[in-house]
């Protein structure tokens, strides 16, 4: 999986029958940097090989990042993009947060709340 054992891991042991009724996890992202934008490239490009190992298909839902203007190596649409991590974590439609940040303290809360 691309997107870190322990999270693979955690898809993989829901039990069958509960991954037939989530056929697609909506991530959250926190944090669009190198590692952030580099996720989000993941789930893009490999999709199909991802839903095809965990039994579901992902897609993301929305990016927090600190200036929707920047210029990224990896580009994500304008809709999916917030500088409020909120609006990721208390988003309807997300399933699982990814927080991908850095530092500590704001991270540790998008944790907690998420």
């Known amino acids: 999986c691309f997107l870190g054992a322990e999270f693979c891991i955690v898809l ?23 590692v952030g934008g580099g996720v ?5 490009r490999n999709g199909p090989l991802m839903a ?8 993301v839902a929305r990016v927090a990042v600190r200036d929707v203007r920047k210029k990224r190596a990896v580009r994500i ?13 208390e988003h309807p439609k997300v399933d ?5 940040m850095g530092g500590t303290k704001v991270a540790r809360e998008v944790t907690l709340r998420a």
Do not use: C, F
């Open 12 to 34: 993989k042991k829901l039990p069958r029958h509960l991954r037939a009724l989530m056929q697609q996890v909506n991530l959250g992202i926190v944090g669009g940097g190198t």
């Open 52 to 59: 095809s190992r965990l039994g579901v298909s992902l897609a």
């Open 40 to 44: 989000y490239q993941a789930v893009q």
């Open 96 to 100: 699982v947060v990814i927080e991908l």
């Open 77 to 89: 649409p304008a809709r999916q993009l917030t500088t409020d991590w909120r609006e990721v974590v």
